[in-house]
Each structure stands twice: as C-alpha cells, then as structure tokens.
C-alpha cells in the first residue's frame, strides 16, 4: 500500500485533531496565510508524490473563505502529485441551494460540485446533506453519512417514557421516517409555511403529542426559528418534553438567543461546524471517529455502508 496522509483546513481544526487521534496518524504539515487583501495562499509542507490523501475541511462559515480554502489546498496537492485526492467535508455548503426554487436563480450546489472535481478532488466524503440528490451533481464517488448512527445510541441513553419522531416540516419526512423506523417509533410533522428565508410560522402539527416525548429530526439548525416555533407549537398541543437532533449546528442570525427564549428542552448536534459559543440547552456528539473510521475504509477499499447496517 503506498500510504496515507490527512491534512486539515483552518475551518474545524478540532475536529480533524480528533480523526488524527482515532486513527493514530499526524496531520500533515501544510502552511495556510492569507495576503493582506484576503487571498488564500497554500504551502504543502511535505512530499505526497504517490500517496492518498484526505483534506478534512467543512464549507461552514465564513463558506466562501472555507470552500476557496479547500479549493486551493486541493490543487496544491494535485500539482505536488498527489495519487489521489478525498475531500472529507462533514458539513456541505450551499446544500440549500440545490434547484431551481425561483426563476432565474442559480444551483449553486452543482456549481460547488464543478469547482471541487476541477480542483482535482477523486472522492467526497460528507454527512447528512440537505438533498441527498445533491450526490448526483457529482461525477466521483460520494459517501454521504448518517449522523442518526449516534444520535440512535444517545437517544436510548435518555429512557424517555412515551417517545414519538417528528419532522419540522414536510421536506424532511423521510429523515424522520427513517429514524422512527429504526428505532420503533410513531412519527408526525410539523405543517409549516416559509414567508421567506429563515423565517418559517408553524401552521399546523399532523399527529398527536399530548403526554409525548417529542424529538424532532433535522439535518441542519440555522437561526433555529423553525425548530423553537415546533418546540412551542408541540408544548401547546400537550407534549411532555421537546428535544431535537441535527446533525449540523450552522446556529447563525440570532440561533442562540432563539434557542435561550424558547420551548426546546435540548438541542443535541455533531460537531461537523464549531459552535460560536456556549449554550446549556445543547449537547454536542463527535462524529470524528466515525469519520475517521471510514478513512481507514476508503484507503483499504473496504465497505463503508456496512457502518450503518
């Protein structure tokens, strides 16, 4: 076997200290300035000539800094002959971007998906994306992971009386669906209605929460209005508790003072994105060992699916 290295961007440097500790590898000398004017500028500080590689880097924010910065390190690593190149991005941005909604607006996602392949990257490894077609936008391979692998062993942990599944909103039925299936459980939605971007009112819940453990199911929480206006909804219709799971903590806008004022009892999330700052109400889970392990099973070509059987 030539060998592997793993090299981190500047977006979660925690995390990727995390999946070097699990596997019991460095990461890989790589120097990352910025010009004056903001340009990014790579140094690969080691040879890679005929090795795999791995760049660990979410496009969280700043998205823009952290996807050019992936970009860059991607072609340096091409241009010092890399054998191959696996970009590992627990968190994808642009995902919500990823069809015509309106007319003339852009896919932005697919364009994400041209520029990482011209960059050189063979290979993406990422976690619950916000449509799972968005794999489809690709002409390499893509593992896309699921975080409800963890989020089911923490669940179990709490021995809720009278639990139920819910989705916040239509969109995200199958996720919910797939994880009351997995775990045995009822399932009802949240009918919402989006007056425009990261402002959603809860219209209607289609099921029956009274006396109930809700936990809501989600990929992403971005401002958190959509998931307190549920928590809010649910205790008004009777709930016991309301926790929810998402993989992603984006947390951007005023998430933490929505999550501080609101009905949610917890808030439990990866740590795919840093978060900006402390909150009681969430609970954080690594997945950097799961990330890590697939590593391990992309360089020796071993199945990656069977983690999730």
Known sequence: MRGYKIFSGTANVEFSKKISKYLSLPLSECLIKRFSDGEINVQVGESVRGRDVFIIQPTCAPANVNLMELLILSDALKRSS??????????????????????????????????????????????????????????????????????????????LKNPIIASPDVGGVARARSMAKKLGLDMVIVDKRREEANKSEVMNIIGDVNGKDVILIDDMIDTG???????????????????????????????????????????????????????????IISVAPLFGEVIRRVYHDESVNSLFL
């Open 82 to 159: 890399a054998s191959s190149i696996t970009a590992i991005v627990p968190y994808f941005g642009y995902a919500r971007q990823d069809r015509k909604a309106a007319p003339r607006v852009p896919i932005t996602a697919k364009l994400v998906a041209n520029m990482m392949q011209v960059a050189g990257i063979n290979r993406v490894v990422t976690m619950d994306l916000h449509a799972g077609q968005i794999q489809g936008f690709f002409d390499i391979p893509v593992d896309n992971l699921y975080g409800s692998i963890v989020f089911n062993d923490y669940l179990k942990t709490k021995n």
């Open 225 to 283: 209005g959509t998931i307190v206006k549920a928590a809010s909804a649910f205790k008004q219709n009777g709930a016991t508790s309301v926790m929810a799971f998402c993989t992603h903590a984006v947390l951007s806008g005023a998430a933490y003072d929505n999550l501080n004022g609101g009905n949610l009892d917890e808030l439990v999330v990866t740590d795919t994105i840093p978060l900006r700052q402390d909150c009681d109400k969430i609970k």
